[in-house]
């Protein structure tokens, strides 16, 4: 059983950063990809970051390209989102999320493994 653990979000001001740690327990080698989700008040959840495993593939949705990073670190079992230049729109409760597969990386509906999400507000 795969548990995934998030943590590191907060209240910061507009053009600061937050790392998002995901402490994951359970992940076998079948475990091919770990993403950051996030959603929003009165909205639907959406892809942010995903990264595979073995070979560290990275995938970022458009806005938030040049301003986040995923990494991983695989001894640990943990998956970083290091966030930076941040914005009022980035306020979500953020999730991380893991599937089998590598090919589907930004669809949620791949995913069967999901932690219970962080908060992250951004004051203008």
């Known amino acids: 059983q795969v548990q995934l653990v998030e943590s590191g979000g907060g209240l910061v001001q507009a053009g600061d950063s937050l790392r998002l740690s995901c402490a994951a327990s359970?992940?076998?080698?079948?475990?091919?990809?770990i993403a950051w989700f996030r959603q929003a008040p009165g909205k639907e959840r959406e892809f942010v970051a995903a990264v595979t495993r073995v070979v560290g593939i990275t995938q970022y949705a458009d806005s938030v390209k040049g301003r986040f990073t995923i990494s991983r670190d695989n001894p640990k079992n943990a998956v970083y989102l290091q966030m930076n230049s941040l914005k009022p729109e980035d306020t979500a409760v953020y999730y991380c999320a893991a599937q089998r597969g590598t090919w589907e990386r930004a669809s949620s509906t791949f995913y069967d493994n999901w932690g219970q999400g962080t908060q992250v507000t951004v004051s203008s």
């Open positions: 359970g992940l076998t080698f079948s475990t091919g990809t």
